[in-house]
Structure formats: structure tokens, C-alpha cells
């Protein structure tokens, strides 16, 4: 009986590979498994909110992009209590498929001592990071989305110190810029953070799911793939403004706490110049007779970075920011 349970949901997870979500967390170091929406909902124990499906929500104005469907608290919810200012690292689906479109993530306070029971829609959220397009141009550039494959499927976020203690949910989405319409990946988890400051989030922070978001915002209707896209350099993340106590736009991926980049161990090609790949700063490009380094499209620098700095040819170890270089 078990057996045949246990087939049937290897099957079903099989199908649904192409998508998926947040299937756990890392939260301050330790480790909260996710819900999983392919086993029966009935014991279910997680942070998590449940949910039901690996299928995007392809509709701004659709209930469940709040905390996905059906996204209301388990009959075992549990809430994880984490001290503002701590790391939280959300972990997708391995590989996750949709290198394209930014990565958000929001908070939400509940209105009294639990959000156990309360609705997600009647919430309101603020950004408490984003990243978007990172480098390069719309149609073939560097995106978060891409920055948390290359993070072995992980984005690290710190609950600012500044929010105040409560009761929260925290939702973290990637949206995938691939096809149109665009394909929105939230999923939601309960905490209680301690701890906090007090900044409240100013009504213009603030927004409603669904509401958020536009089925005509620029950032959800743009198609990569057109002429025009191949000199695009900018790119409107939807959603309010950050959260002013955000501290940073994007968090450093490659920090303390970040499981090692996939890249980290990825290195193509053999070194036949092995004392210009140890000299190389991150800042420099790759020569162009180099034939050793990073994969294209593979991290290759940043702050506390200590994989591969050069790119195999004809590849150029390109800044993204102070956390992140890539082989473009
Ligand atoms: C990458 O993530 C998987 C879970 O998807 C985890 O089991 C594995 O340990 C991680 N690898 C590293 C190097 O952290």
C-alpha cells in the first residue's frame, strides 16, 4: 500500500517537473522542509502555506498569487520564529529551469499574534528585496532568476532589522519571462520575527495580491525575444518600491550561510597557463587566448567568491555587481 502511494507520487512529481516552487528553507541555519504538493495534504506538518500544483499563475488578478493555490493555513501549520536580521535562504526546485525574470521577495504582517487562519489576500506586502535584470540586455542579459540558478537554486534574503516584531508571512516568487503571459512562481511561509525595529513600511510600500501587480505592467509583458529587446538594457521589476529598511537591492548570494555556488566546482577546459588563472582579479577580464575557467553563463567573481575568476574563451568574466561576475 505504502509502496504503490509512494509510485503514484514519484509519477506525479515526474510529470510536473518542467515547474515547481520553494520547496524549502534554511532559516538562521536551520533546515524547514516545505510543502510538498504532490503528497496527500493529511499530516502534512511545514512553515510553508500549502499549495497544490507546480503550474505558474499566468494571471495578475488571479486569488492565488498571493501565496499560490490554494495558499490558506494547513490543519498542522507551523510558524518558524526567526530575530530580524537574519538570513532566510528559499530553496527552488533543482534544477530550476527559467533562467529569465526577476526574483521578489515580500513580507506581510498578520494582524494579531499568529497568521495561522488569516487570509492571504487580505494582507498587505512590501519588498523587502528584488533583482531584475543584472547585466546585459533583455534578450539574452543576466537575470536574478538566473543569478539563483547559478546559487544551486537558492536565494538568500535578511529580514530587515528595521521591521517590527510580529507575526508575518513571507513570500518568495521567481517570475519567468520565458513565454508569455508571464509565469509567476509565489509560495508563502509563516514566521514570527523577533527582535525588530520600527519602521513600518509607508503606504506606498504597500500592496495587496492580487493588486500588486498589472496584467499590463511593462515588467510582465515584455517579450524577450523581439529586435527590440537586443539593445534593451533596463527592465521594470514589477510591485511597489523596496521596503526603506531593505538594506541591500541584491543580497550577496555567494556570502556565509549560501550553500557554495553550483559554478564553484564547474571548471571547462584544461589550464595550460596556469599562472594567469591565480593572478586574474575579478575585475579583469578573461584574456582572450585563455583556455581554462568558468563555464559560459558560470559565476566567476564577486565579493567572497573563491571559485574559478577566468572564463573559458571565448567567454569574458563580466561585473555585475560587487557580489557577482559571470562568463558572458
Ligand atoms: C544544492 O541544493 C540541494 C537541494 O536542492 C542540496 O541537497 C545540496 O546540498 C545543495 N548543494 C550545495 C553544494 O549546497
Redesign the pocket.
Given at each position: 500500500m505504502f509502496g504503490l502511494v509512494s509510485l503514484a507520487v514519484a509519477l506525479c512529481v515526474h510529470q510536473a517537473a518542467a515547474h515547481g516552487g520553494v520547496?524549502?528553507y534554511s532559516i538562521a541555519g536551520s533546515w524547514y522542509q516545505g510543502w510538498n504538493p504532490y503528497n496527500t495534504p493529511t499530516g502534512q506538518t511545514s512553515i510553508q502555506r500549502p499549495w497544490s500544483s507546480y503550474n505558474p499563475i499566468q494571471d495578475a488578478t488571479d486569488p492565488t498569487l498571493a501565496c499560490n493555490d490554494d495558499g490558506t493555513s494547513g490543519a498542522l501549520q507551523l510558524t518558524a520564529t526567526v530575530a530580524a536580521g537574519s538570513k532566510i535562504i528559499a530553496?527552488?526546485?533543482?534544477p530550476w529551469p527559467h533562467p529569465y525574470g526577476p526574483q521578489l521577495t515580500y513580507l506581510a504582517q498578520c494582524p494579531g499574534t499568529t497568521c495561522t487562519g488569516v487570509n492571504a489576500n487580505t494582507l498587505k506586502w512590501f519588498k523587502i528585496d528584488q533583482a531584475g535584470l543584472l547585466s546585459g540586455t533583455v534578450y539574452n542579459g543576466q537575470w536574478g532568476a538566473g543569478m539563483m540558478i547559478a546559487n544551486?537554486?537558492?536565494w538568500t534574503t535578511t529580514i530587515p532589522k528595521s521591521v517590527p516584531s510580529g507575526a508575518y508571512l513571507i513570500r518568495f516568487e521567481t517570475i519567468a519571462l520565458h513565454s508569455l503571459p508571464a509565469q509567476m512562481y509565489p509560495e508563502c511561509a509563516q514566521l514570527t520575527i523577533t527582535g525588530g525595529g520600527s519602521l513600518a513600511p509607508t503606504s506606498a510600500e504597500l500592496v495587496t495580491f492580487p493588486g500588486g501587480y498589472s496584467n499590463s505592467d511593462p515588467g510582465l509583458t515584455v517579450n524577450i525575444y523581439t529586435n527590440e529587446a537586443q539593445t534593451m538594457t533596463t527592465y521594470p521589476i514589477p510591485g511597489p518600491p523596496l521596503y526603506a529598511g531593505a538594506t541591500v537591492t541584491v543580497p550577496s548570494q555567494t556570502g556565509s550561510g549560501s550553500?557554495?555556488?553550483?559554478s564553484?566546482?564547474t571548471t571547462v577546459g584544461t589550464t595550460t597557463k596556469p599562472a594567469t588563472t591565480t593572478t586574474t582579479t575579478t575585475k579583469t577580464s578573461a584574456s582572450p587566448t585563455n583556455t581554462a575557467g568558468a563555464a559560459q553563463y558560470a559565476q566567476c567573481g564577486g565579493q567572497g567568491w573563491t571559485g574559478p575568476t577566468t572564463c573559458v574563451s571565448p567567454y569574458k568574466c563580466t561585473v555585475s555587481n560587487q557580489y557577482y561576475s559571470q562568463c558572458l
Open positions: 520547496l524549502s530553496y527552488w526546485n533543482n544551486n537554486n537558492t550553500p557554495a555556488p553550483v564553484s566546482t
